[in-house]
């Protein structure tokens, strides 16, 4: 059972990554449908820089970079030029998927480095690697896994425990009153779309480094579009983002461990879950007419000061 | 606060000028994707060459252009009957992947013996039903409860694709596939004809062009769908019924996407595959965008991505450069498109002027 869970944890933290990135994003009332795509990029500018450098550092360096790169450009288009959200999001995934496959292609079938594989295999935190049943779950994991629960612990002190986490929840809320109240809208908009890429990236960079070592095309594989969902799924709040990654993460590879005990079920039911979860929960939503459910206010409302 | 540039909403631009932005912008947009190519070390003026040869330098070449422009115009223009509306259909992947579930449903059960003309009508039928069906799910529920329509398709497109897959691995699998997870080939009575070396879909795709122009622009429905999206308030005030607008609209939207299953079942792919929408639906999205969701100019946008999807295609066998061009093509012309839109709809003015907030 602990085995299984640990597996389950490995399979979530690439959700959970592009899932606070995402959540991060859409606290600034930025809708970013290119999460799929900026994983993509992140994946493949990883893979490439720990092909050709075997350096862990420049690994993620690079994962970062491409991610928040691509949100640069989406953040360029929609909050500058105030484009559509849903069709740049949009146009980014198809980017950054053409992007990803055309800078790969040479890679195809390459194995991660031995040094960057050895820098991210599984090591034990002292102390609270001993702990029975939670020890070999959380704690007997990979450097990139901890730092995705760093990750997920700042964001969500970042959210609920700062000034800046309260603008931010201002600007996504309800942007002409926070911009009234002197906030500096654009520059929260721009610095947590990039954050927010940066973190896709990441999420990407694990696909392609820890998870599957071996350059394929389309590692990702509607990993992105999973992370979309948990956001709705997760109302938002980093700490459910946590376990929903791990829960959506565990349905991914439930259908494969029933049938290494010999019980037949097929995987693709499974992979419906998350999606047709999430489909209910933003009925729900709409239905109880809930606040908390139904995300910032002014998400994917492009706002215009002379329009107010 | 002191501004030195003023951006202030534009009236309406003249076309001409509008024309010449968008121009600029596609140029732009080129111009970058050989940046691009030039910094990753490829000969940019030899692969846009080989991309233009590839799609139109043989007969051969343009049909196939011509048969990537038929699944990319239809969905097009069902996306385009949903946008007019303002309801953002992101599900046109799902809707395409449950029509080709639809005919294969048909196909894959009706004797060898059946006359074409009848089994493919049959299969068309269903495909109809089974996209509408996918639309008509969201659209329910966004007209009785207000339900957030641009994730309710997002997601259905990826239940829709898990459970073909799901048919493809389990239920549906070829017992004559010697274990290869795939479903078995259609009858010969199943295939779509040809006419000029590309399969009667794109007749069909012409007279769908016609159909929504007529739809949109000369009936009561059409009319009404176009008020709905302008402003529901209006819509309301005049006494119009949204919710059988939004399910009248979602039913056009997802029947045309489910044609579109069809055609690449039964004329493509000869089969049912999970990936058979191949991302039609969301390249469709965009060509619906850059077309001003005009039905007529949609005909040529979608002519001249599928030019580069092919393009694509033919460059990866003679040059050995990724096809995967045609994306990050694409994708940059659209950023520059949609950030030309800011020119068009506002005026920038330099000066000292002090805000009067």
Not at chain 1, 27 to 50: R, S, Y
Not at chain 2, 169 to 176: E, L, M, R, T
Not at chain 2, 270 to 291: D, E, H, P, Q, R
């Amino acid at each position: 059972m602990a085995t299984f869970l640990a597996s389950c944890v490995v399979a979530g933290i690439p959700l959970l990554f592009a899932t606070i990135g995402e959540l991060l994003t859409e606290k600034a009332g930025n809708l970013n449908l290119g999460v799929e795509g900026m994983m993509l990029m992140g994946a493949a500018l990883g893979f490439i820089t720990a092909y050709n450098t075997s350096n862990p550092g420049l690994t993620l360096l690079a994962a970062v970079l491409a991610g928040a790169g691509g949100a640069l450009i989406y953040a360029i288009v929609t909050v500058t030029l105030r484009a559509n959200n849903v069709v740049t999001g949009l146009t980014l995934t198809i980017f950054g998927t053409g992007f990803s496959k055309f800078i790969g292609q040479p890679y195809l079938g390459s194995s991660v480095p031995a040094e960057v594989s050895a820098f991210f295999a599984r090591r034990a935190i002292p102390v609270l690697g001993d702990i029975p049943f939670i020890g070999p779950i959380f704690f007997r994991q990979d450097l990139f896994t901890y730092f995705a629960y760093i990750v997920c612990i700042l964001s969500a002190v970042y959210l609920y425990k700062t000034q800046m986490g309260l603008n931010l929840k201002a600007v996504g809320e309800n942007t002409a009153a926070a911009d009234a109240s002197g906030i500096n809208i654009t520059l929260y908009k721009y610095i947590h779309i990039i954050v927010g890429g940066a973190l896709c990236g990441l999420g990407g960079a694990y696909l392609s480094i820890v998870r599957i070592p071996i350059w394929q095309e389309d590692v990702v594989n509607g990993r992105g579009w999973i992370a979309v969902a948990l956001v709705i799924f997760v109302a938002w709040n980093p700490i459910k983002a946590f376990f929903g990654s791990i829960l959506f993460g565990g349905l991914s590879i439930l259908g494969m461990k029933l049938q290494v005990l010999g019980l037949d079920f097929s995987q693709y039911l499974f992979d419906m879950i998350p999606y047709v979860a999430t489909i209910i929960i933003v009925v729900f939503a709409t239905h109880k007419k809930s606040r908390e459910a139904q995300g910032p206010g002014d998400l994917g409302n492009n706002y215009f000061r002379e329009e107010r | 606060m002191h501004n030195l540039i003023k951006i202030t909403k534009r009236a309406d631009m003249k076309r001409s000028q509008e024309a010449i932005i968008y121009t600029v912008a596609i140029l732009l947009s080129i111009v970058c994707a050989g940046l691009v190519l030039l910094v990753l070390g490829l000969d940019p003026v030899n692969i846009f060459r080989s991309i233009v040869e590839g799609a139109l330098g043989t007969e051969m070449r343009i049909q196939q252009t011509l048969t990537k422009a038929i699944p990319l115009l239809i969905t097009s223009l069902g996306i385009i009957v949903a946008f007019k509306m303002n309801f953002w259909n992101i599900g046109a992947e799902g809707q395409i992947t449950m029509g080709a579930f639809g005919a294969a449903l048909v196909a894959l059960h009706v004797p060898e013996t059946m006359p074409l003309p009848l089994v493919l009508l049959m299969m068309f039928v269903t495909a109809v039903i089974c996209g509408a069906v996918w639309a008509f799910i969201p659209a329910i529920f966004k007209a009785k409860l207000g339900t957030n329509e641009t994730i309710f398709t997002l997601m259905m497109n990826y239940v829709a694709i898990k459970f073909v897959t799901y048919l493809q691995y389990g239920p549906w699998i070829d017992p004559n596939g010697s274990g290869f997870p795939r479903i078995a080939q259609f009858n010969s009575n199943c295939i779509l004809p040809k006419l000029f070396g590309v399969n009667v879909g794109w007749i069909f795709a012409l007279v769908c062009v016609v159909f929504v122009y007529f739809f949109m622009n000369h009936t009561k429905k059409g009319y009404e769908i176009t008020v709905v999206g302008q402003s529901v308030e209006t819509a309301r005030y005049a006494g119009m019924n949204i919710s059988r607008i939004i399910i009248i609209a979602m039913l056009i939207s997802g029947g045309l996407c489910g044609t579109v299953g069809m055609i690449q079942a039964s004329a493509v792919e000869k089969t049912l595959v999970a990936g058979i929408a191949n991302g039609y639906g969301f390249t469709a999205i965009i060509t619906a965008w850059l077309s001003k969701l005009n039905p007529i100019i949609c005909a040529f946008v979608c002519l001249a991505f599928a030019a580069l999807l092919q393009g694509g295609t033919y460059i990866q066998i003679s040059l050995g450069v990724s096809s995967a061009v045609a994306g990050v093509v694409q994708g940059l012309i659209l950023f520059f498109v949609l950030g030309s839109e800011f020119f068009i709809r506002y005026k920038l003015s330099f000066g000292h002027k002090k805000e009067v907030a």
